[in-house]
Each structure stands twice: as structure tokens, then as C-alpha cells.
């Protein structure tokens, strides 16, 4: 069955859209998501394997634990918590079949080519996603290696679209996580942190790095997609309020990489993507699975024993929330999945009656800022194995980094969250 692996990945996503109106076929996408890591489990790497098979572990421990003493979610929460976003991930993994890259003879060097190169990234890499990263890594790598400043301007201006973009998984695990969450209430403080991000980036390779920065040779159609994408994401969800975020972003995104595939004809390039690319997001199952079990592992063990996860009775302050927020990046450079820090904090403060925008808010910022500055995180994992750049040289990059960020998000937050 391994052959049919990415068409067993497409039945997840077109099942689930089919149950969002009957949820009675539910159970369907819920086999198919979970066939998917079984089918997968000896072709994903080690690190993957013991992260989830230690999640799954610990997770199920807990909720037999928790049973025995009377407490029992549901099979729904145990096993589906996490299907909305492996739907949203699969979606958009489409769209790497909107974009070929830009062939040219030179690269644009200086000052302008950076700026161009970082927002180019970044508003590409909101819609399109990890694709574009090896689509400019490959253009910009010389004898295939990426030079520092280039590696930190791609990671950085990437990530950061996780502040605000729709597109990206972690606006889904934003929503999930942290219900009730508004994502127009995030867009402008997430766009002002995407911003400065970029814009801190560009001052410290153009004023403090004393490399010469080569760029990447855009030119105006590549922001055709995006731009036409968002649109339609933006104006759907505001004609459409009651259709959640993450079901759009489902429909919108297969259906525009089909308008705007560049390659032909159309069913031989879609059927061969769905059968040697798709299941690249195989890993990805496996984790948000595994953390999806994880998740409610921990909060059945909140409702056992509520004193114990109360946080001492404390108040959800802004400074706690900062703190939060620091050891969650903290965590997540050291190699854990954001999604898994982000289920492990939703279930703690919840009961704390959070504003959930500004929870929302805190769980995007630590996404943006750990996977920009982590060499274990998929992006700095990709920089490594790929185009060679040392772990040692991500972390050293980017200390100074993910601190200002991290300052700077705390600020933001409660700029707009706090009254």
C-alpha cells in the first residue's frame, strides 16, 4: 500500500472536507490520517520517530490514567484533535505546484537585492510555503552552500509569515489551540512583528555583516499567486464569517495551484505530485498525531487533578505571558516542535480564561521565532542538510535575534491585547 501513500493523503483532506457537513463520515479521514504514519513509520527519520513515538507514549498513558479515574474525553478528541491541520497542511502543499523558480545568468548584489530578496521570501513563503525556501536556497547557493547572511535572511523572512499569514500551518494550530481565537484581531499586531523582523534582518546584514549579498532575480508576475490567493482567502472569510479560516484556506488552496499550475498537461503533473511529492508530509502526520494524543493526554490529566495544573491560582498577566512565551522559544530552538510546546500551554491556560486572541497571539510569536532560529526546526533542518550550513552558525546568528523578537512580541502583545 506504500504506493498509494499520497493518494491515501488526498482521501484525508477531500474526506474531511465531506465531513465538515456530515460529520457522521468523520471516522473516515480520522483511518486514513492515522494509516498514514503506519504505512510511512520505517522511512521517517529517527528523530521523528522517537519524538512521536514518545508523544503517543506519554499521551496514552495519560489518558489511560486519567479513564481509570473516571475521566475520558472521547475517542473524537483523542484521535481527531489535530485533522484539521494535516487537511490545511496537505492543501497547501498544492501550491508548490504553482511555482518552477526563476532561471537568470547573474544575482543581484547589494543593499537593494537583500531587501527585495527578504520580502520576496517572505510573501512567496506565506502562501507557498517551505517549498520556496528550496526553490531560492537552490538559486542562491554557490557550490551548493549558502553563505551565513543568506541563510539567516531566508530563515528569518520565511518564518516570520507565520505572524500573520493564513496559509501557514501555524495560524491553524493558532485557531485550534487557543479557541475562540479572532485571526483579524492578530493580522496587524502579526503583520507589524513580520515587518520588524525583516527589517531588523536587513540592518544587521546590510550595516553589521560584511558579506557582500547576492539575491535572488525576482520579477513582477512571481507575486501574481500569492497576491490573487490572499485575496480570495480574505474576501471569502469576510462575506463568509461563519466558515472557519482553516476550511477556506482547504478549498481555496487545491483549487488555485490547479488555475496556476505551470506545468502540463495538468493530470499527468497533478497525478505525478500526488504520487512522488506528496508524501514528503508524511513527518508531519506523524508529529501533529502524536501530539494531537499528546494534547489530550495532558488535559485529561488537568480535569483529574485541577489544582495541580491551575498555575498556583495565578493571574494571566502580561508578564507571565512573556515568561511563557520565552520558555516555549527556548524549547522550541532546543528541538521540540512548536506544535508540541503550543499543545502542552494550551490546556495549562485555558482554565485561565485568557483573552484568546492574545493567546492566539503568543502561540504565533513562538512559532515565528523558534523555527527562524532553531538548526533542529524544519527550516533550520533543511539549511542544514541541504545546503550545509552549521547548526552552530544558526544558533550563533540568531541568538540576539530571538531575543530582541521575543521583547518585542511581548510589547506588541500587550500593545493590543491588554485594556
Not at 482521501?11 to 456530515?22: D, E, H, R, W
Not at 525583516?198 to 501574481?224: A, C, H, N, Q, W
Not at 502542552?344 to 512559532?367: D, H, K
Amino acid at each position: 500500500m506504500k504506493k498509494y501513500i499520497g493518494w491515501i493523503i488526498v482521501g484525508t483532506l477531500v474526506l474531511y472536507l465531506m465531513s465538515i457537513p456530515a460529520p457522521c463520515i468523520l471516522a473516515l479521514p480520522t483511518l486514513l490520517g492515522w494509516l498514514v504514519p503506519v504505512l510511512m513509520w520505517s522511512t521517517l527519520g529517527k528523530g521523528a520517530r522517537n519524538q512521536a513515538l514518545l508523544l503517543l507514549i506519554t499521551g496514552g498513558l495519560l489518558v489511560i490514567f486519567a479513564a481509570y479515574r473516571g475521566i475520558f474525553l472521547g475517542w473524537q478528541k483523542i484521535f481527531t484533535a489535530n485533522l484539521p491541520l494535516l487537511a490545511m497542511f496537505v492543501a497547501v502543499s498544492f501550491l508548490a505546484l504553482t511555482n518552477t523558480g526563476i532561471e537568470g545568468q547573474a544575482l543581484p548584489q547589494g543593499k537593494r537585492a537583500l531587501t527585495i530578496t527578504a520580502f520576496g521570501t517572505h510573501l512567496l513563503g506565506a502562501v507557498i510555503n517551505l517549498s520556496v525556501l528550496f526553490v531560492f536556497g537552490d538559486r542562491l547557493r554557490k557550490n551548493g552552500i549558502l553563505t551565513k547572511t543568506q541563510a539567516l535572511v531566508l530563515a528569518r523572512s520565511f518564518c516570520s509569515a507565520a505572524w500573520w499569514s493564513p496559509f501557514f500551518v501555524a495560524t491553524g494550530v493558532a485557531l485550534t489551540y487557543a479557541p475562540g481565537m479572532s485571526w483579524h484581531e492578530t493580522l496587524i499586531p502579526g503583520a507589524m512583528m513580520s515587518l520588524f523582523a525583516i527589517g531588523y534582518s536587513i540592518v544587521e546584514v546590510s550595516f553589521f555583516k560584511k558579506d557582500l549579498f547576492s539575491g535572488y532575480p525576482f520579477r513582477t508576475e512571481t507575486m501574481i499567486v500569492p497576491t490573487f490567493l490572499a485575496a480570495v482567502v480574505l474576501g471569502v472569510h469576510y462575506l463568509q464569517p461563519d466558515i472557519s479560516i482553516l476550511t477556506i484556506i482547504c478549498l481555496v488552496a487545491p483549487l488555485g495551484a490547479l488555475v496556476f499550475m505551470k506545468f502540463r498537461p495538468r493530470p499527468a503533473a497533478l497525478r505525478d505530485f500526488i504520487n512522488t511529492n506528496l508524501s514528503s508530509v508524511g513527518s508531519q502526520f506523524t508529529l501533529f498525531l502524536a501530539a494531537g494524543v499528546f494534547s489530550a493526554g495532558i488535559k485529561s490529566m488537568t480535569q483529574v487533578y485541577p489544582a495541580l495544573f491551575s498555575l498556583g491560582g495565578a493571574t494571566l498577566t502580561p508578564g507571565l505571558l512573556s515568561v511563557i512565551l520565552a520558555v516555549m522559544i527556548i524549547i522550541g530552538i532546543a528541538g521540540v516542535h512548536p506544535v508540541v510546546s503550543i499543545s502542552i500551554a494550551s490546556p495549562l491556560l485555558l482554565p485561565l480564561n485568557p483573552n484568546p486572541s492574545q493567546l492566539g497571539f503568543v502561540f504565533l510569536s513562538c512559532w515565528a521565532i523558534s523555527t527562524a532560529s532553531s538548526p533542529l526546526s524544519g527550516v533550520g533542518l533543511a539549511l542544514v542538510s541541504r545546503y550545509q550550513v552549521s547548526p552552530k552558525v544558526i544558533i550563533q546568528s540568531n541568538w540576539l535575534y530571538a531575543t530582541v523578537m521575543w521583547a518585542t512580541a511581548a510589547t506588541v502583545g500587550n500593545l493590543f491585547f491588554v485594556h
